[in-house]
């Protein structure tokens, strides 16, 4: 399995066209990779992406016509920075308005390929 899977630091994806977007949960899948955005669960259908292509390098990676870097907090990134950090905080003060329990099922529903050491019985999920 390739480390970004496993990877805990916060991640973000570049498309070919200069877009950027920060990573909430990313997952193996039979097609490469399925990725959730920050604040998701706002827009879940323009906001869970599947990614077509093999993974290539060590970080950053490269799928398909995509890379994907660990989102650098020291003045690097501010910007996606500060929306991740923002996430952060929302998700601790209010945490029932998010679907993060949500997450491995849908990741699932949609063909998702967990480690056999994934916590799915953790009582988050």
Known sequence: MNKIFTLRSPLYIKYPNGETRVIEEIFQHPKDILYFELFWEKDPKYSIHLIEGEITGDGPWRVGVCSLHVLGCNHTHPQMCEMHSFWQ?????????????????????????????????????
Request: aromatic share 8%.
């Open 89 to 125: 905080s929302e998700l601790l003060q209010n945490p029932a308005q998010f679907k993060s329990n949500e997450v491995v099922k849908i990741a699932l529903k949609k063909g998702a390929i967990l480690p056999d050491d994934y916590p799915v019985n953790d009582k988050r999920f």
